[in-house]
Nanobody
Framework: QTRLVESGGGSVQAGGSLQLSCVAS????????MGWYRQAPGSERELVSA???????RYADFVKGRFTVSRDKTKKTLVLQMNSLRIEDTAIYYC???????????????WGQGTQVTVSP
């Protein structure tokens, strides 16, 4: 079982920056993508950014150019640097790890407990 713990959320004014961190512990599978998702009140959870096991990054269009994701496999951490924050970035941000066990089975997915990000005018 993998445990994910996020930190770094908080309140910031529009235009400001925050950095989120996610640390994985417990059993670490070898073929895992790690990513950040967010969920605003009344909305579905959506992908923000992810890093494949090979280090390939992808971003949602609404954060391109503002957010940067990085992954340190040795330290088992995932970091999301969020700049130029907007009011609409307000949400709970979740760390996720999706691990491929075999090519023919569904991946194992783990979630952190989430961290609140609030952006004010």
């Amino acid at each position: 079982q993998t445990r994910l713990v996020e930190s770094g959320g908080g309140s910031v004014q529009a235009g400001g920056s925050l950095q989120l961190s996610c640390v994985a512990s417990g059993y670490i599978f070898s073929e895992c993508e790690m990513g950040w998702y967010r969920q605003a009140p009344g909305s579905e959870r959506e992908l923000v950014s992810a890093v494949s096991n090979d280090g390939v990054t992808r971003y949602a269009d609404f954060v391109k150019g503002r957010f940067t994701v990085s992954r340190d496999k040795t330290k088992k951490t995932l970091v999301l640097q969020m700049n130029s924050l907007r009011i609409e970035d307000t949400a709970i941000y979740y760390c996720q790890q999706s691990c491929t066990i075999t090519p023919t089975t569904s991946p194992l997915v783990f979630w952190g407990q989430g961290t609140q990000v609030t952006v004010s005018p």
